[in-house]
């Protein structure tokens, strides 16, 4: 039976578009896009025009995308790249960033860097003045999330890297949530670096982008031989390459009306949750929030069980990262936007996608109320 998927900030499902266009890079057209010969060289006019599309999703050039295998490479090599170049030793950051930053900011201070972890407000919003105060003579690269994969919360990132460029620091956003779901222009955004992500836009797992302006300077993280323009070594993963060319030239075609289908159907579940389920509040600002995500905490229960009952009916959520789901850690997140004790417990994710239907957000209004009434009344903490 198909799931009721409403995890797509943990991942997507591929779209057929996309998987069709990788086939033939799994069967017939298997050249190296390195060989001299003409059977590479199709395949390396390929990948150059997947380059092209991702370029296209956030008004790029060409020239200024690398490939990688996902994000975390992305988000790794633009951090490493910023203190290789500088020289300095100080990395600006957020505690809501996903670990892909936080933890190799945090190896990075085994090394020796200093790292400022910008707090958040309740709703999740930065204080800008306290980023503009952290920048110092020593400060390598600022790197700030584009958007929240927990909460959705989108951060003022034209501010934010205005605030960075005014004072000659390289700045790194990771869009990897951000990226087809909202419009990303770069042109008009002062960021160098910008990590993206196949897998959360409809691509395969196992490859990702970054974005580097042309004129930055970059060290290689993955050294080797001379793909990429040197700039990424190994051999491309060909088919999920041409895949995410594919993904970002759909997400690119129907990003206006999937804006608004998604928000449309994100308010519905997240209005009807609220209306039916007593002691439910809405997590992070309101206002500057994807339009795919909402997370929400019954409070008084928890978020795990919530989760198992959905999953009885076949409804899939979250409740917080997938990355950290597993453990029983209450999320960095919630806690950075101190969110109460009793709420982050019962927190819930739901994050939509083009595929979402109307017939099953109908299926979770129905199917979840029941649940938070069984489960309140099963609770010591309960109403
Ligand atoms: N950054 C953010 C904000 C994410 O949500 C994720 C994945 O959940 C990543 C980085 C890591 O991306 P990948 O899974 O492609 O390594």
Known sequence: MKPIYLDNNATTMVADEAREAMLPYLSAEYG???????FGGKVHRKIES?????AKLINAEPEEIIFTSCGTES???????ALETTGKRHIITTRVEHPAVLNFCMAQG???CKTAFL???????LDLDNLEKAINDETAVVSVMYANNESGVIFPIEKIAEIVKSRGVLFHTVAVQGAGKIEIDVKRLPVDMMSLSGHKIHAPKGVGALYIRKGTRFSPYIIGGHQERGRRSGTENVASIVAMGTACGLARNNIAEEIVKMKRMRDRLENGLIERCPDAIINGDKENRLPNTTNISFEYIEGEAILLRLNEHNICASSGSACTSGSLEPSHVLRAMGVPFTAIHG???FSLSRYTTDEEIDFVLKTMPPIIRELRDLSPFGR
């Open 119 to 125: 707090p958040v407000d309740k709703s999740g919003r």
């Open 75 to 81: 988000d790794n090599t633009a951090i490493m790249s």
């Open 110 to 112: 085994r090394k020796g």
């Open 32 to 38: 190296n896009p390195s060989s001299m010969h003409h």
């Open 347 to 349: 927190s819930v994710r």
């Open 50 to 54: 997947a380059r092209e599309e991702v």
